[in-house]
């Protein structure tokens, strides 16, 4: 029997051909730079030509020999599956098999339940969820008939619990959660590794978008975990992909996080294992006062929404 605590061989970066989709910006752009500077041929996917050359520029700067390509694809992750297949075979011609993917390409919209546009659950589930799934599909093949590869999926710590403001949101983040689970089962006999990291809020152009239009619930709520920088989210989840860890987290509270929601989730060793089992009722104990204070958080907005009426009608 194939034990389930067998940690896999890290994968070598030098020489590697990493695609990181997203890797035009933010978290993407540095886990492009994180695997560069270890030697990787990088290829980013993105559908901005302008933002994608910007990126390539600067990720080449942090060359460490004079071999190293990074090549860029302007396309749409989420539309359709044979574009999709098709930038992955020209890649796949250039810089060989992909030994890691990344899925980072992702976007935020957040609002109450009943005030965001319905398409905009359709829109965060193709992006977010299809978005992750096409790319994996074109490369997964060739992973399996290679025995060697990595899938990282960029969830986020909104795929770990549902919060104020993310109806639509979380839910494309949770459905990452199945895929890798699943995923991860099918090819494990093949050498192959799924990664998903839950990153919590993080200073990139994407939050500074989602910034413009949070409802002050959810931005209260995140404010609970501190903002991170891309460089370090990048780091972690570099570091978890060549080690083939399913779970990448940063911090104390995505720490908690991971192993309260760890379910039925793959362990990579047996430390995670045991960590798992002995500080499951501790961290359920913590959330409870964690979830009463987002209670009370959106109790009190609810309450200060509702002043200025109660003010008007006494005037
Ligand atoms: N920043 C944060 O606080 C957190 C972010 N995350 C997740 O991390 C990922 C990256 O976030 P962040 O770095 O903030 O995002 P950014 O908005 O800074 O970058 C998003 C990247 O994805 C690309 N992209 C977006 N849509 C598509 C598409 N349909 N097809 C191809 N490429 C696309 C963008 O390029 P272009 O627009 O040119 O296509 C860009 O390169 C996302 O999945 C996000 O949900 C998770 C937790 C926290
Ligand atoms: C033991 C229990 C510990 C509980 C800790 C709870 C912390 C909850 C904070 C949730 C923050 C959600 C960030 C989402 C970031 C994101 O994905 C968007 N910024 C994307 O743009």
Redo the contacts with the bound molecule.
Sequence with gaps: MVSPLISPKPLALPGAHVVVTGGSSGIGKCIAIECYKQGAFITLVARNEDKLLQAKKEIEKHSINDKQVVLCISVDVSQDYNQVENVIKQAQEKLGPVDMLVNCAGT?MSGKFEELEVSSFEKLMSINYLGSVYPSRAVITTMKERRVGRIVFVS???GQ?G?FGFTA?SSS?FAIRGLAEALQMEVKPYNVYVTVAY????DTP??AE?NKTKPLETRL??E??AICKPEQVAKQIVKDAIQGNFNSSIGS?GY??SS?TCGMAPVTSITEGLQQVVTMGL?RT??LF?LGSFDNIVRRCMVQKAKPEVVDKTA
Excluded at 199 to 202: A, I, V
């Design positions: 935020s986020s710590q909104a619990l919060l949101y983040k990153p919590p809020d993080t994407g939050l989602e709520i995140s609970t975990t509270d908690m996080l309260l961290f913590i959330a964690y």
